[in-house]
């Protein structure tokens, strides 16, 4: 779901077709009929943004049926845990959970925590969401104070345990509610079910695959929370053959969000220090418990150590490592608050490094308004890319929006050196790194990104090394001496030398460190980013490993080195039942061997080696050793997969469907429309196409989705410029229906253009059954279709497609909502040039779009304040009597 | 070696033998098994990186996700995508129920007969194209220069550095396969990778393929493969899976790049019963055998004759 | 060429004096046809390396050879001992030779002044030079040394920077360490997008 991996992924894909060689079902359960579709044994299309819908139709037929894996369920996840007398779940008020506060659209977790595990610290809510809260908790998972000594119903019949909670929550999406908000037949909808429970269970499991058709969504992160407790509740975690696999799309977008290049993260999960953060250990005690379980209780070894490879003798105990040489973050410092600032004149100079976002990036005019409004802006690419070029061939030219002769912005070009032409590692969608030899020397000024960043941070320090600014320590004090290769003032710095610092080294010896376990906060060992220690274990580049997979298992452990430790499946310990034992011969994978005293199997334990199953915790206990030997997900503060999150996740802790910003439908479900955390942004320069209740939404009647093809590459600045790849798709086009295109008046290979409020785009028309109407609670509703890779450079060139996405953001990863909005679509060539700009203001208006639009995101008809303060609160409108009648029974038990 | 009619039509089990290859590897082959193609177009791509092929034009055609259009002198794999009706399946469910369950009358409002109530019946085929490497090769046969000729490996290659444009091959091939570059007005298609094959490296589109739908191999293997193939979709209830061009008694005495079609073969664009135009060559050697061998003996009579002086 | 091979050349003569009598195969190769042999059989080296579009990790053996030139990718393609790709790329991969030799490739620092209409030509060093004095004052411009309740920030907003997904880890981590040595904390990537 939300993936076309035949077309993104297409060598991936042949896993995909391999096992359904063996026998394998493929479900594709997409808005659209893709060349993934085509291969599927069955292909549902559903409306684009109603996933969440389907899927906890999914969770409640498995629940209401008793279909779940009750002895993995029982034991693996949080199902039996009790959740504390304040929570106050969706159900009863109308689509909002319990500690809403309408003011800042933001929730307090606090009434989410288990019963007798400790409240979390008072939560800022408001800052949690600015600064990306989910991962502000890092790769360990949210904090909980302690993992031990949570009250638990082994029954699973109490009602106010997760179990019961989450079949409460999901009871309502019914196959009838799935029918009306997806589109999708009770037919199609149950054998989807049964394919996917008859798939899972001791003998068999089933793999999810999503894609950025479920991250980029106003509640993105939800949607991966929906299908995860999904294949909790079928046993399809940390077994061979199941997962949830995330097919990421760039070479190595895996490793830079590892070793992140991102606002909000230091390098292994390690959030970014904020404001509140006075020292080190204010820090480090609030991202992890006192007396959490699992490997992120050990934060302060990792910090530690990252510092020390930061700073080197620089710092040091008695400076606190210099933890007060990070910048500290206090909000939202993503991309699309950054290119606003950039208009509104806040940001000086701008490093597009491999990336362009005129093009690649939603609502591109304002990514190129920002652009135009820098003293400095460097390129750094193979090709010249639209982002170098805005001021003279942006779409803003033709309006008078920006001119060359008033853009003040100086560009800096430089080309770069392609993948062949450096050496270093790429972490692949599995979390695997893999080594690239150099294969030959880059011609002219092309340079590495290593070499690039190396010279400027040695220019820099050479500039500043006479200051005596207090700023300016952090720079000169950088341990910037990495080993380079070649003469001259301009070397190529050694990437191997680079990642034998990111694997670590032991301060003492200097040796080599071997993982991430032999870290300490003691100074004594530097490590630049702790998941990666391993990687260089015994000295030996591992991401070199290349033994031919026919000369391994189908492991292949020696191919590559996948954090953490090389363990291929991720919490391989639920692999094995609660005794230590394989679930079935069929799926084994990890196992405890008893006379060993071990956990052993055909890949590396992802388990404290010698825990046995058996091993109970005393209560109080932290870290690695109070990991029970049934507790498999590790990193997690109680050793649970959590089908409920206490905290971590910053819009709500179950999954609820909830209408993309842009719909055309009203929220069968509840009152509540939208995402009530979602961040919107009201401003003139990013209109939102309203939806219900707003009125107007008509103007836009259809559902606008936009997706890659396999024959380029994002934002096209790798492929439009092949001859061999823009021949295969050399133009950009529109798909619909070919109802769409007799109610609209659209002809095969016609021009048409598509409109939203914040610009139009022309494209040729494919008129294709693919495209196929959705019938939505009686009324019919199209979908329109378009990849989104070309731009004004190129062999081939087109509109920009995402110009037409405003900005609204997934409140937990700050990632946009670029997956559906909503649009019309016209014969011919839209206007150009002014006639452009009043072609869309007169749009606008016609909808009655004002700043306004869109940001009003509470629409429940009940607050938090009042459920918590009268526990029979219902929600009048449409699905009020729904409402009642559920909620009146819950309070009944509860009484 | 005489010269027989086998060699112009009808089965024949030594193709290299019969173009004079005393020792020669086994004939090699394409099995393009569409059931699987995933229409990446990598065959496409690959080809042309191996080949140094120039571009064919930057044109949208509408025909689906087809931009090629049909195999060319630059493009010597196509991909073919048809968007057609489904067959039903036993185990299709009735799409009556939905209809009754919609509620709704699904006649003249746009979009009301298309809810879901089709989407089993619809499917997307995609198959990659490529030269035939015939049996008994059309092209060849009319080639008056001897610029095509048949490999060791059984397969048939245009050599650019004899070929002089006159283009009979365009006319003799019966599947359209073989085309005159505009530029330069020599005749070009695939070589299955000749220069690959001496070095035991097999063609850049089946190394490259990521579904191994195009499978390259002995050609008796791969008929053999292939035919367990349909056997195995016809027991999972695709009975409309055939194979196209693998039987040595068709008019080209059997494809050396042959393929697995879920539809009849002209869906895909391809001709239902191609014939050599070539097929009565043999029987006119019958007749004039006697007469060229004559002649040439004579002729080459004469020129040992000059050569000696 | 001595005569008596010149006449073994040519076709004819082999047609008629060896087993195609037919001149369709054997005695009708070319010299070409003869001589033939894949161009990678020519590489100095084949190194290995990964592709370098979407996130599976397809491997790819890159043959390098030379000429007058120097040296060049000859060919690119996949690396069979691989067990995530078993030596298959897609379109693109297929495609990598062209993106890595391509003339789309620039090769010279370009600048463009403010105001300006044109590119113009600037020589490495110099731009280098040229940028990190424009580091060093955004930076100062964009400063902030506490929030409004007096925590220090240390920071500067002045200065942002995207890209990091299609780069090496060795590379994201330099870069994230220069900039937050610097104070920038606008420091993001595809994985936001």
């Known amino acids: 779901m939300g993936s076309n991996m035949a077309e993104a992924h297409p060598v991936g894909f042949q896993w995909v077709m391999e096992a359904k060689a063996r026998g394998a079902k493929v479900l594709h359960i997409d808005p659209r009929f893709t060349r993934t579709s085509a291969l599927a044994d069955k292909h549902v299309p559903l409306r684009a943004g109603s996933d969440i819908a389907f899927l906890g139709g999914v969770i409640n037929h498995i629940l209401s049926n008793d279909l779940d894996f009750r002895e993995y369920v029982r034991a693996y996840t949080n199902a039996s845990f009790l959740v504390g007398e304040e929570f106050v779940d969706t159900e009863d008020l109308d689509g909002l959970f319990s500690g809403y506060d309408p003011e800042t659209g933001t929730y307090d977790t606090s009434t989410w925590q288990y019963e007798n595990g400790f409240p979390e610290d008072s939560v800022e809510s408001e800052r949690h969401r600015e600064q990306s809260a989910g991962e502000q908790h890092g790769s360990g998972g949210p904090k909980l104070e302690s993992g031990t000594g949570i009250a638990t119903d082994q029954t699973l019949e109490h009602p106010r345990c997760v179990f019961q909670i989450l079949k409460r929550h999901f009871s309502r999406y019914t196959p009838e509610m799935v029918e009306r908000i997806c589109g999708v037949s009770r037919e199609d909808f149950l054998e989807v079910c049964r394919a996917w429970t008859s798939a899972s269970g001791r003998e068999h499991t089933a793999a999810l695959v999503y894609s950025v058709g479920w991250t980029q969504h106003s509640m993105g992160a939800q949607y991966i929370r929906a299908g995860a407790i999904i294949q909790l509740l079928l046993g399809n975690i940390g077994r061979p053959g199941g997962g949830v696999l995330a097919l990421r799309g760039h070479a190595s977008i895996q490793g830079s969000t590892d070793i992140p290049t991102l606002y909000n993260l230091l390098p292994g999960y390690l959030p970014m220090p904020d404001a509140r953060h006075a020292d080190k250990r204010d820090y480090v005690e609030s991202i992890r418990g006192t007396h959490q379980k699992g490997y992120w209780h050990n934060a302060d070894d990792y910090i530690v150590s990252l510092l020390k490879e930061y700073w080197g003798e620089a710092a040091t105990e008695e400076n606190d490592y210099r933890f007060d040489y990070l910048p500290r973050i206090d909000g939202d410092h993503g991309t699309y608050r950054t290119v606003m600032d950039m208009i509104d004149g806040k940001v000086f100079g701008y490093f597009l490094l491999g990336q362009n976002p005129a093009v690649g990036s939603a609502h591109g005019r304002l990514q190129r308004l920002g652009m135009a409004n820098l003293d400095w802006l460097v390129v750094r690419d193979l090709t010249m890319i639209e982002s170098a070029e805005f001021w003279r061939n942006a779409p803003e030219i033709e309006t008078g929006e920006i001119t060359a002769e008033q853009c003040r912005t100086e560009v800096f070009f430089f080309p770069a050196a392609s993948h062949v032409e450096k050496e270093g590692t790429f972490t692949q969608t599995q979390r695997m790194l893999q080594w690239r030899d150099r294969a030959l020397e880059p011609r002219g000024d092309q340079r590495s990104e290593l070499w690039f960043i190396y010279h400027l941070g040695r220019i820099l320090r050479r500039k500043l090394a006479t200051s005596t600014d207090e700023r300016d320590r952090p720079l000169l004090d950088l341990a910037w001496d990495y080993r380079t290769e070649g003469d001259g003032e301009f070397p190529e710095p050694s990437a191997d030398d680079v990642l034998r610092r990111i694997n670590g080294v032991d301060l003492t010896t200097g040796e080599l460190l071997d993982s991430y376990q032999q870290l300490t906060s003691d100074g004594t060992t530097a490590a630049g980013c702790w998941i990666y220690s391993g990687v260089y274990a015994g000295g030996v580049n591992h991401a070199r490993n290349r033994t031919a997979r026919t000369e391994q298992d189908e492991t292949a452990l020696e191919w590559g080195w996948a954090w953490p430790a090389n363990r291929r499946v991720l919490y391989n310990r639920a692999s094995a039942d609660p005794q230590g034992r394989p679930w079935s011969e069929r799926k084994k994978l990890v196992w405890w061997d008893a006379e060993r005293g071990e956990w052993t199997g055909h890949d590396v334990p992802d388990f404290p080696k010698t825990t046995p199953p058996e091993f109970e915790p005393e209560y109080g206990e932290a870290g690695p050793g109070a990991l029970a030997g049934d507790d498999p997900f590790i990193m997690q503060a109680d050793g649970k997969a959590w089908l409920f999150a206490p905290s971590g996740v910053v819009d709500g802790p179950l999954p609820t469907h909830y209408e993309p910003h842009e719909s055309p439908m009203p929220n069968l479900l509840y009152g509540q429309q939208g995402s009530p955390a979602r961040k919107v942004y009201g401003r003139e320069d990013n209109p939102s196409n309203p939806a219900p209740p707003e009125g107007g939404g008509d103007v836009f009647p259809f559902v606008f989705t936009a997706a890659r093809l396999t024959e380029h590459h994002t934002a096209g600045g790798m492929s439009r410029q092949l001859a061999y790849l823009s021949e295969l798709q050399p133009a950009l086009f529109v798909e619909v229906s070919p109802q769409l295109a007799a109610e609209r008046g659209l002809e095969n290979l016609d021009w048409a253009h598509v409109v939203t409020s914040r610009a139009a785009v022309d494209a040729r028309v494919l008129v294709t059954e693919r495209m196929r109407p959705l019938r939505l609670d009686g009324r019919v509703v199209h979908q329109v279709w378009m990849p989104y890779h070309w731009g004004p450079s190129g062999k081939v060139d087109g509109d920009v497609v995402n110009d037409l996405l405003g900005v609204v953001l997934d409140p937990n990863t700050m990632i946009q909502e670029s997956k559906v909005a909503t649009c019309d679509i016209r014969p011919g060539r839209r206007p150009r040039g002014c006639e452009l700009l009043e072609y869309l203001a007169e749009y606008r208006r016609r909808a009655g779009v004002t700043v306004e639009t869109g940001t009003h995101v509470v629409t429940a008809h009940t607050t938090a304040s009042d459920a918590a303060a009268t526990s029979d609160t219902t929600a009048p409108g449409s699905t009020g009597s729904h409402t009642t009648a559920q909620g009146t029974t819950d309070r009944e038990e509860d009484a | ?309 | 060429m001595g005569v008596s091979d010149w006449i073994r050349s040519w076709p004819v003569y082999r047609q008629l004096t060896g087993a195609d009598r037919l001149g369709r195969g054997d005695a009708a190769a070319s010299p070409q046809s003869r001589e033939r042999e894949p161009r990678t059989a020519d590489a100095d080296r084949v190194t290995a390396s990964v592709c370098p579009y979407c996130a599976v990790g397809c491997s790819q053996n890159v043959y390098v050879g030379s000429d007058d030139g120097g040296e060049r990718v000859l060919q690119i393609e996949g690396n069979p001992d691989s067990p995530i790709s078993r030596g298959r790329l897609c379109p693109k991969g297929s495609a990598s030779k062209q993106l890595v030799t391509g003339d789309h490739r620039e090769e010279r620092v370009l600048y463009r002044a403010p105001y300006g209409t044109e590119w113009q030509e600037l020589d490495l060093p110099t731009a280098l030079d040229m940028l990190a004095d424009r580091v060093l004052d955004a930076r100062r411009k964009g400063w902030q040394d506490t929030d409004a309740d007096g925590k220090p920030l240390r920071r500067t907003q002045g200065i942002a920077s995207l890209g990091g997904a299609t780069l090496d880890n060795e590379e994201n981590y330099l870069i994230k360490k220069l900039f937050t040595a610097l104070g920038a904390v606008q420091i993001e990537n595809q994985a936001r997008i």
């Open chain 2, 1 to 309: 070696m005489t010269v027989s009619r086998e060699s112009f039509y009808g089965p024949l089990d030594d193709v290299s033998g019969d173009a004079g290859y005393t020792e020669h590897p086994e004939r090699v082959g394409f099995f393009t098994d569409t059931s699987v193609c995933i229409g990446c177009k990598a065959c496409e791509v690959a080809c042309k990186e191996w080949n140094l092929l120039p571009d064919d034009g930057f044109d949208l055609l509408g025909m689906s996700f087809d931009n090629t259009g049909e195999l060319s002198a630059n493009s010597w794999r196509h991909v073919a995508f048809i968007e057609q009706p489904a067959p039903p399946r036993e185990s299709a469910p009735a799409r009556e129920a939905d209809a009754v369950d919609l509620g709704l009358p699904s006649f003249d409002l746009p979009g009301a007969g298309t809810g879901e109530e089709t989407r089993t019946d619809f499917r997307w085929l995609m198959s990659s194209d490529v030269c035939k490497h015939c049996t008994h090769a059309g092209c060849l046969d009319v080639c008056p220069t001897g610029a095509l000729f048949r490999t060791e490996f059984g397969t048939v290659v245009v050599q650019d550095d004899i070929c002089n444009g006159c283009g009979y091959c365009v006319s003799g091939c019966p599947y359209g396969v073989i085309d005159r570059r505009e530029d330069d007005g020599r005749a070009w298609k695939c070589t299955m990778c000749y220069d690959r094959l001496g070095d035991g490296l097999e063609p850049a589109c089946a190394k490259a393929c990521p579904t191994d739908s195009i499978q390259f191999g002995p050609l008796d293997e791969l008929r053999e493969r292939a035919r367990e193939r349909v056997a195995t979709l016809h027991d999972r209830g695709i009975t409309e899976a055939r194979l196209y061009g693998e039987d040595p008694n068709d008019g080209v005495g059997g494809d050396g790049a042959f393929f697995l079609l879920l539809d009849e073969p002209e869906v895909y664009g391809l001709p239902p019963d191609p014939v050599v135009p070539t097929r009565d060559a043999g029987s006119m050697w019958a007749r004039a055998g006697v007469a060229a061998a004559a002649f040439a003996a004579t002729a080459v009579s004469v020129f040992f004759g000059r050569s000696r002086r």
